[in-house]
């Protein structure tokens, strides 16, 4: 009889293997590692791409042998004037604070949200889940609510969805829809398939049409619906579902 052998798990760099487990971010993992506060079967370490055995390898963090976090999935109104980071080199206020003494796991924002604006945004601990969302090619779309300056035509309309090159990058929105108009100001909804830096931003600015403010309402089938400015709330297992799915 042939005898079959239990196939022996990949090896993965210790760091990738504690952000995995919802730990921490990679880069803060690599950081604990190069402290030398991170142990493979009982060995100090302090190379972040130390090969680690899932299962097979214990990996401890200052002493006390790492375990899978549960998955946390959240979504947060994020108010205007907070950076979307950890923390902020010149001393600004993060969207941290608005989970401040919630005692929540080590969690990370799923894409970004620039100072300047609001709304919807994603946080978990899942990297994969976040890499599958924040990936033009299997994440939602997003869409915003964004008011510009002057009121832009069907023909300025147009060319946002069609696009043009802004510093070497090439821009544009899924839909642009006009919602209402005032005298001097418009409200659209811009629909992303893409994520690029301050890409709305750059889009009505290179159309003549400045943003004064831009919230985000939606990512795919998750509304921002009625929650308050700066809560959150965990998402439903449906919801984590449906966002995973293109």
């Not at 239990?6 to 950081?31: D, E, F, I, N, Y």
């Not at 902020?88 to 799923?110: H, M, N, Q, S």
């Not at 043009?164 to 418009?186: F, I, N, R, Y």
Request: glycine share 10%; proline share 7%.
């Amino acid at each position: 009889m042939l005898k079959t052998s239990t196939p022996v798990p990949p090896r993965h760099g210790v760091a990738r293997v504690l952000s995995k487990a919802g730990l921490a971010s990679r880069s803060q993992a690599a950081a604990w590692v190069r402290e030398g506060r991170v142990s493979v079967s009982g060995r100090v370490v302090r190379d972040p791409e130390y090969p680690v055995r899932a299962g097979i390898d214990e990996v401890c963090v200052d002493g006390k042998a790492v375990t899978a976090e549960a998955r946390v999935y959240l979504a947060l109104n994020k108010p205007r004037g907070l950076v979307t980071s950890v923390s902020d080199e010149k001393g600004r206020d993060t969207v941290y604070r608005c989970f401040e003494a919630a005692g929540l796991p080590w969690i990370a924002p799923v894409g970004r949200l620039d100072q300047a604006s609001e709304g919807l945004l994603l946080f978990t601990n899942d990297p994969a889940w976040a890499a599958h969302i924040t990936d033009p090619a299997t994440g939602p779309d997003k869409t915003y609510r964004v008011q510009v300056q002057g009121v832009p035509g069907d023909d300025a309309l147009a060319a946002m969805v069609a696009g043009g090159d802004d510093g070497g990058e090439w821009l544009s929105a899924k839909a642009v829809t006009l919602l209402k108009s005032g005298g001097k100001t418009a409200w659209l909804e811009i629909t992303l398939d893409e994520g690029r830096n301050r890409q709305i931003r750059r889009l009505t600015k290179a159309a003549g049409f400045p943003v004064l403010r831009l919230v985000r309402v939606a990512i795919g089938p998750l509304a921002l619906g009625g929650l308050a400015k700066g809560a959150w709330r965990p998402l439903t297992p449906d919801e984590v579902l449906a966002l995973s799915r293109r």
